[in-house]
């Protein structure tokens, strides 16, 4: 199993201690979907995701790794990211995105 450390956002009163935010510990393979999305904090607005695994359960997140995040950025070939996050799995497809 290949683990990625994402900061998902607490809901409700527990948003207003700290930072909000919570490190937990993904599979990478239950991972479907990760979305740029922007998210009201307070009297703030921040950049943040929303993940979504393959049970179907949807996160909001205030941090991703760079290698992911560099994926939206645009700083590397998708295929080279998708190997260095995962070298031996199958369950990516190293096609190019389409323009």
Known sequence: ???IKIWVLAD???Q???DGS?????????????KPIRIL???EI???????????KKYRASKIPSELEAM?????????????????????ETTPAFH
């Open 16 to 18: 207003n201690l700290g």
């Open 1 to 3: 199993m290949n683990f």
């Open 72 to 92: 939206f950025r645009g700083d590397k070939m998708d295929s080279d990211l998708i190997a260095n996050i995962d070298a031996t799995s199958e369950a990516y």
């Open 22 to 34: 919570v490190p937990i510990l993904f599979n990478i393979q239950n991972i479907v979907s990760i």
């Open 12 to 14: 409700g009163k527990e």
């Open 41 to 43: 904090r307070g009297e």
């Open 46 to 56: 921040i950049n943040g995701y929303w993940i979504r695994t393959t049970n179907n």
